[in-house]
């Protein structure tokens, strides 16, 4: 690291602030890392991304529209939409599965979405919902894996309302 100039068995020089606070080794692997990702995404090209979110929605959309009891919400397919989908899994009476619960059972399957209030309670408030779940996807996720995802959530329906 950078926080140290000379170390002796009778003491130590440190830098000065602010790099001697800066302690350990500076993050390079998540440098180099990020400089991949960014070099992947400049060769694919903005364009290519946009019309792959719009695939994605569009899927993803008529996919989990057909699961019964499910309720999605924020927009529909529009230019600019992110193929990320915020729902709710309701049972026959009309129960919520608690997102959770949902989360749980999807993980189990290999599933990994995001559930709680997203830190936007006062949205939940006003759907009247304590949570909600939000599976995201992205230009390295396929149409196959969204109607895996459908299929998920008629299982965890199932599992809840026997």
Do not use: W
Not at 95 to 116: K, S, Y
């Amino acid at each position: 690291g950078e926080m140290v100039l000379e170390v002796g068995l009778q003491g130590a020089t440190f830098s000065e602030i602010p790099a001697k606070f800066e302690a350990g080794t500076p993050m390079i692997a998540q440098a180099v890392g990020l400089g991949a990702a960014l070099t992947y995404l400049e060769r694919l090209g903005p364009e290519v991304i946009a019309a792959r979110d719009e695939q994605l929605v569009a899927h993803g959309l008529a996919s989990l529209g057909e699961v019964e009891g499910l309720k999605l919400y924020g927009p529909g397919a529009g230019p600019g939409r992110a193929p990320t989908f915020s729902f709710n899994l309701f049972g026959s009476a009309g129960n919520l599965i608690h997102p959770h619960d949902v989360g749980t059972m999807l993980a189990g399957e290999g599933i990994a979405i995001r559930a709680g209030h997203h830190c936007a309670q006062p949205l939940m408030n006003h759907f009247g919902v304590p949570a909600m779940c939000r599976a995201s996807a992205y230009i390295y996720n396929s149409a196959a894996e969204l109607d895996q995802l459908a299929g998920a959530l008629d299982r965890v329906r199932s599992f809840f309302h026997r």
